[in-house]
């Protein structure tokens, strides 16, 4: 099947009960039982829940994979893989990761004998030199948050599983409709289902998709054990959400298209970062691992004074963090997204004062770069 028609079917069989052709949100915390030792498959909803296995079957599905897992937020869902990895054990980082990540694993993981070293993974010899004896994870995203980096998913996955790690993929930039990462061979991938996956703003998950069944068991095990589930009412709003990932995501990517390229020559922006420019230095590669460039856009107008005179004048862009919505969304990446993150590191990745991080959605395309525009106009200088 395409990945439309995926995307529509793929755990979403018309209810066997009463033919509804939307899977039910089986709101329920208990399951009754036929008797001692039997019941119909569930038990408890925190071990098991309806709605939220057909959402798994249908993510999993979406990024070629065997195994799929629904968490109630993407930090939980990148929380449970990194249980993967035992005290004392070390775990290569793209170095401009999203600010979220990097303080889980500074200030929490850290903090029980994980080691973390933070590397530029757009240059793949950055991670074979990053690799130790105890290196038991590379975890990437690619495009990175803000920056939008790029990191060869092949290349970085032998260098790994040549020295026994596995390697994990941040996709949430991108969607399974635009990126598979497991097709390159990523071991995991892990999804803020907050974002595109839902794409309506309206609520809050996240999702681990594998094919190792002996990790998919442990992951299973976390999910259970600590209870970080997607609720029936969430898991049903991504459902809703990825019957559609397709034609948003053309739109997504159309869009980005045309907005970037208008940045790139507005006199009041300095630079830009977006894969789908001819300007990008992994332009090449993102076109060799993604299907498009989608609709995340970054731009650095030269300082904070001029930042937030764009971000105040915009008027149908919101100002909100998050990503991936219909609606346009902008924000400041150093004091929203990044604030986790010290001053240093982030000036040398490229998230100054200046740095604008726009969601394109789904508005008219000429609306929104009409409102760029009169907002960029609005800088002095």
Request: with cysteine; net charge negative; charged share 20%.
């Amino acid at each position: 099947m395409g990945f439309a028609t995926t995307a529509i079917h793929s755990g979403q069989e018309p209810d066997q009960a009463t033919g509804s052709v939307t899977v039910p949100i089986y709101q329920t915390s208990t399951y009754a039982q036929e008797g001692l030792g039997k019941n119909k498959g569930y038990e408890y909803a925190r071990t098991q829940n309806p709605t939220r296995s057909a959402l798994e079957q249908n993510i999993a599905a979406l990024e070629g994979g065997r195994f799929g897992f629904a968490f109630a937020s993407g930090m939980a869902a990148i929380d449970a893989t990194l249980r993967l990895i035992k005290a004392g054990e070390h775990v290569v980082v793209s170095d401009n990761t999203y600010g979220g990540t990097f303080r889980l694993f500074t200030r929490v993981l850290a903090n029980y004998n994980v080691e973390f070293d933070f590397v530029d993974t757009s240059e793949a010899l950055n991670v074979e030199a990053a690799i130790r004896p105890n290196t038991k994870m590379v975890f990437i995203e690619t495009p990175t948050n803000p920056v939008m980096i790029v990191t060869d998913l092949k290349e970085v996955s032998e260098i790994a599983h040549r020295a026994g790690a596995r390697v994990v993929c941040d996709n949430t930039f991108m969607s399974p409709y635009l990126q598979r990462p497991l097709e390159f061979g990523v071991d995991i991938v892990v999804h803020s289902t907050t974002k595109y996956l839902n794409g309506h703003s309206d609520g809050i998950g996240g999702a681990v998709v594998l094919n190792d069944e002996t990790d998919a068991e442990w992951i299973g095990f976390i999910q259970n054990s600590a209870g970080a589930i997607l609720s029936p009412l969430d898991s049903w709003l991504v459902m809703r959400g990825t019957k559609t990932l397709a034609l948003r995501m053309e739109q997504h990517d159309k869009s980005g298209r045309a907005v970037a390229a208008f940045l790139e020559e507005h006199p009041k922006v300095r630079k830009v970062y977006y894969p789908g420019s001819a300007s990008h230095p992994q332009h090449a590669l993102a076109k060799r691992q993604q299907k498009g460039f989608g609709g995340m856009v970054a731009f650095d107008v030269g300082s904070l004074a001029a930042a937030r005179t764009v971000l105040e004048a915009v008027k149908l862009c919101t100002l909100a963090e998050s990503l991936g919505g219909v609606e346009t969304l902008i924000s400041h990446p150093a004091t929203m997204t990044h604030a986790s993150v010290d001053v240093g590191k982030r000036d040398r990745l490229g998230i100054t004062d200046g740095l604008v991080r726009v969601s394109v959605g789904l508005e008219d395309t000429d609306d929104i770069i009409a409102d760029l525009d009169q907002a960029l106009n609005a800088v002095s200088g």
